[in-house]
């Protein structure tokens, strides 16, 4: 894709499922990639086996790669990511706020800790990554993109997972606004809004047949989609073939947002 070879890119979450896929995408369009994880002690070495895979398949498309550690809830992290991504890469042009985990439950019962950890992480954690990225771009007087890895949650309400709706809805409105006060800068934002994808986030029914022809039978399309899927619509978004885009979310979602229930023309009849 146009305008992509060279650049540098961070891609937050990028160890696993789509930030794997986004992170080895750009890395084939020819782009820097600085790769962005999170390990929890429990999590530690099934992290480190797929930070090693993701590390593995860049390095194969010979550009530069960087590891950077940091929780996108917590600021001071955050910060330190970019600096580290900053020098490491030489500088910075296209920030993947791709990090993001929801947590379910009952709206009525669940613990405020929950559904304040689902908003550091998706919604606060990308803000302050993007003023982070905005702050760079403005700096060296240059043009930058940003985009947000959202959802169809992000118009579509999710029952029991409240975190994470009013999240990705949230998103919508950080990426419009962030647009608008931006464009004039030629710094675009812009978001990729996934529907029902093959990753570990989803680890509950990818494996079991019968739960994912389930998830399967509700999409339009009749399948779930794949991570390289939505890296592909992130490479474009952010290359300059979409140099004329700013403030939308491409939904990639086989169909999942175009109401399927109306399908049939149940209303009419
Ligand atoms: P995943 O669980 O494989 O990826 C999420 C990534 O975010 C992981 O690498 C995880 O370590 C990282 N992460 C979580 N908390 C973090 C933190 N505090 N700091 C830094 N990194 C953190 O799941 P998946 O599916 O690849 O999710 C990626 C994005 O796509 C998320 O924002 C998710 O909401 C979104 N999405 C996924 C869909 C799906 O069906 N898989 C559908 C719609 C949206």
């Not at 960087?66 to 917590?74: A, Q």
């Not at 962030?178 to 800068?185: M, N, P, R, T, V």
Request: hydrophobic content about 40%.
């Amino acid at each position: 894709m146009e305008g992509l070879r060279g650049k540098n890119v961070l891609v937050t979450g990028g160890s696993t499922g789509i930030g794997q896929s986004i992170a080895i995408r750009f890395a084939q369009e020819g782009s820097n990639v600085a790769i962005n994880y999170r390990s929890s002690l429990e999590e530690a070495k099934k992290t480190e086996e797929m930070v090693q895979v993701c590390i593995r398949r860049v390095r194969e498309c010979g550009v530069k790669d960087l590891l950077v550690k940091g929780d996108v809830s917590k600021e001071e992290e955050i910060v330190r990511m970019f600096e580290t991504t900053i020098e490491g890469l030489g500088g910075l042009d296209i920030l993947v706020n791709n990090a993001g985990i929801q947590t379910s439950g009952a709206s009525d019962e669940i613990e405020i800790e929950s559904f304040d950890r689902v908003i550091a992480v998706n919604l606060r954690g990308a803000y302050i990554c993007a003023r982070e990225a905005i702050k760079h771009f403005l700096a060296q007087d240059k043009e930058g993109v940003i985009i947000n890895v959202s959802s169809v949650h992000q118009i579509i309400p999710k029952p029991k997972y409240i975190g994470y709706s009013a999240s990705k809805g949230g998103m919508q409105n950080l990426t419009r606004t962030l647009a608008l006060e931006y464009a004039g800068k030629n710094i675009r934002v812009n978001s990729v809004g996934p529907g029902a994808t093959i990753t570990p986030i989803n680890r509950a029914w990818i494996d079991d047949p019968e739960k994912r022809a389930e998830v399967e039978k509700h999409i339009p399309m009749g399948r779930a989609g794949t991570s390289e899927e939505m890296a592909a619509v992130t490479a474009f978004l952010a290359s300059d073939e979409a140099a004329y885009i700013t403030g939308q979310t491409l939904f990639v979602d086989g169909g999942l947002t175009l109401y399927p229930d109306f399908r049939s023309a149940w209303s009419s009849e």
